[in-house]
């Protein structure tokens, strides 16, 4: 990895300049850059200009006396100054790779704050669908991610029991099919019990659109649902226990995990909003508003952008112009008593803080991947043994652009509380919609209006769209086929192992690959493509340095445990001195050392499309490398042997890089 190297230079140089120049004349950020190309070394130190304006010499005089005054760094094999006040370093090739090749992948957890990731949050009203998809994707990436830099992370999800959608089936299975509550529980216990609610959902919704009176009984079933009384709640319960096992089942299929299950209902039931009400109205957070359109109305005022106001076409006067946000009323507790999903997000983030005083009890919900237990709150009862959940230093809540409002307004409330620490590491990881080729969506079977956009839309409320299970079926079907033709000689059952794999990596490299802030149009076959910038690319790249690893094991009788000790006293010549090819190899090498300076950028900016782009780019160059340079052809032993540890690092380093979008190197492709 390259990121303890740089932090070896910057700390040597830093000490050579406090020495030389003084702590006041060096500066706050020592920028380690990366030189255009290979004949100016492998790190670029431009401190000397900085410097120049301070100590008033010329750049190069003070980039020479740097360089002369620089003691020896560990990995480094010279140090230059060059040009008009660069200092050029060039790192030592054999000892880096000696010392990279099968070492450990990630870093230990730090003594650090811990980060929860809220993701996926799925309504338990309905199967999944591609638009769920991308958040748990991008939710389960910014996990691994910051493990793999150490950080301490809680993966949550967040389920919505009494919110109108769980109520909506309630009505769907009370009013338009006449169900009991035994005969829901049956239901709920056989086979796609999701498929069953996706499907009466819709029904439910255009029941309401052929009367609007029967309103008032889905408002109803919501009052009781909330408030635990009677059929109605018993059922929702039901219901929303049932559609989550079907929602962490269709999950697990791509990878995805959670460590804790945080049910709204508890946070109602165990009066956290009560608490955190109190506490605002204290503070004088919300106050009652006593006349207008939201009298008897509990509000919190929020600061928005005008841009968004003025989208909206609502009156901006002169004072909003000037300072370019609008202060709007914002109903947390509405005249009727009923809290808005927006008085219970506050309450629950106040909790994930630490913030709140109270706690939930806990209960074992299931068995995650990896063969812990998998938690979910509760309200009474709880079971001892769980770990100790929420007091986060940050929170990331992954939700879809439409939510950026509420999301400020959650940071509003705890930067008016006086938390401003909290209010900024309250974040809210914005991502843009999911939808369909319309090759993709006419090979689904799923026929509808574009409006003359280049994608198809879906709506889970009309029924309209992709099951997140069908996809992944039809992908894995797909992927199969190729396996095939390519592996006629492999057994069926492997075969389909491997078509699975192909299939997760080919979703979840689709759903990493652009940036979060755009709308993505799905397309079965671009994501299954074994070449360009697809999860299959990558994984082909990775099954063929293993290929070419497990030939040279047959052929020499040298694994990759046997090629690190050959390492330790085989010429390094070639690596130095070997001219392009020295070079190809070096190159290669270094792209695979960045990838945790790659991660660390990808968290920095919240974006792991980053870490996508890397991706393609290693096997890229993998690729360029193995037609440049010949491994297994090579007769000169040292250089071929070198050439093989290039290979087995950039194996090493793309499983591992496929490891953190959430996909496995198959056996064959």
């Known amino acids: 990895m390259i990121l303890p190297l740089q932090q070896a230079v910057r700390a040597a140089l830093r000490d050579t300049l406090t020495t030389l120049y003084g702590a006041d004349a060096v500066p706050a950020t020592l920028v380690v850059e990366t030189p255009p190309s290979r004949a100016l070394g492998d790190l670029a130190l431009p401190c000397a200009f900085e410097l120049a304006r301070v100590l008033r010499k010329a750049p190069r005089a003070i980039a020479q006396e740097i360089v002369a005054a620089l003691p020896p760094i560990p990995g480094v094999r010279s140090v230059q100054a060059v040009g008009g006040g660069y200092i050029n370093v060039h790192l030592d090739r054999a000892a880096f790779l000696r010392g990279h090749l099968g070492q450990p992948a990630a870093s230990a957890a730090q003594a650090r704050a811990k980060t929860i990731v809220e993701h996926t949050a799925i309504n338990p009203n309905k199967a999944a669908h591609i638009g769920h998809l991308r958040n ?51 239901l709920a216990a056989g086979e796609k019990f999701d498929y069953l609610c996706w499907d009466l959902y819709a029904r439910v919704t255009e029941w309401y659109d052929a009367d609007k009176a029967r309103l008032e009984i889905r408002a109803r079933t919501l009052h009781a649902i909330e408030h635990g009384e009677g059929t109605s709640a018993a059922m929702g319960a039901v219901i929303a226990e049932a559609i989550v096992r079907c929602h962490l089942r269709t999950m697990g299929r791509l990878g995805i995990d959670y460590d804790l299950l945080s049910w ?7 009066q956290f909003w009560a608490t955190a009400f109190e506490i605002l109205k204290k503070n004088g957070t919300v106050y009652l508003q006593s006349e207008g359109k939201l009298k008897g109305c509990w509000v919190m005022e929020i600061d928005e952008d005008v841009d968004g106001a003025i989208a909206r076409g609502e009156p901006i006067d002169e004072e909003a112009a000037e300072s370019g946000f609008v202060s709007r009323e914002k109903v947390i507790v509405r005249s009727n008593g009923t809290v808005t999903y927006v008085g219970k997000d506050i309450a629950n983030q106040f909790w994930k803080f630490g913030l709140l005083g109270k706690d939930f009890a806990y209960r074992r919900f299931g068995t995650r991947l990896d063969g812990l237990t998998l938690w979910a709150t509760t309200t009474e009862g709880g079971e001892a043994g769980h770990p100790t959940f929420g007091q986060a230093g940050t929170v990331i809540n992954v939700i879809d ?5 509420l999301q400020k307004l959650l940071q509003q409330a705890l930067a008016i509380m006086g938390h401003w620490t909290q209010a900024e590491r ?128 047959d052929r020499e009788q040298v694994d990759e445990a046997a090629l690190v000790a050959r390492l330790t006293g085989l010429p390094d010549a070639h690596l130095v001195e070997g001219g392009e090819e020295a070079d190809a190899l070096w190159d290669l090498v270094l792209a695979c050392a960045r990838l945790d300076e790659t991660v660390d950028a990808a968290v920095r900016t919240l974006e792991p499309s980053v870490v996508a782009k890397y991706a393609f780019g290693l096997a890229q160059a993998f690729s360029g490398f193995y037609h440049k340079c010949p491994i297994l052809s090579e007769e000169r032993e040292d250089v071929r042997l070198w050439r093989a540890a290039a290979v087995s690092y950039f194996r090493q380093q793309m499983t591992r890089t496929l490891d953190l979008m959430g996909a496995v190197v198959p056996g064959r492709m």
């Open 136 to 186: 748990a994707i991008l939710g389960d990436t910014v996990g691994r991610l910051l493990r793999f830099l150490g950080t301490p992370v809680e993966i949550q999800n967040y389920i919505d029991d009494t919110g109108v959608q769980v109520a909506d089936v309630v009505v769907g299975f009370e009013q338009l099919e006449g169900r009991s509550l035994d005969e829901v529980r049956t």
């Open 264 to 270: 709204e209902g508890d946070i109602l039931r165990l």
């Open 401 to 405: 652009t439409r939510q950026s409002y």
């Open 426 to 553: 309250s974040i809210h990881f914005s991502y843009e919609m999911v939808a369909l080729s319309h090759k993709t969506a006419r090979e689904l079977g799923y026929e509808a209006d574009s409006d003359g956009k280049p994608f198809v839309e879906v709506s889970g409320r009309k029924g309209l769209g992709v099951k997140a299970d069908d996809l992944l079926d039809r992908l894995i079907d797909k992927a199969f086929e190729e396996v095939r033709k390519r592996n006629a000689d492999q057994p069926e059952a492997e075969a389909r192992q491997t078509a699975e794999a192909i299939a997760i990596a080919a979703v979840r490299y689709f759903m990493v690959k652009f940036s979060r802030t755009k709308i993505i149009a799905f397309d079965i076959d671009e994501a299954l493509s074994f070449e360009g910038e697809s999860g299959p690319y990558l994984q082909y790249a990775a099954v063929r340095s293993g290929n070419i690893l497990a030939k040279l094991r």
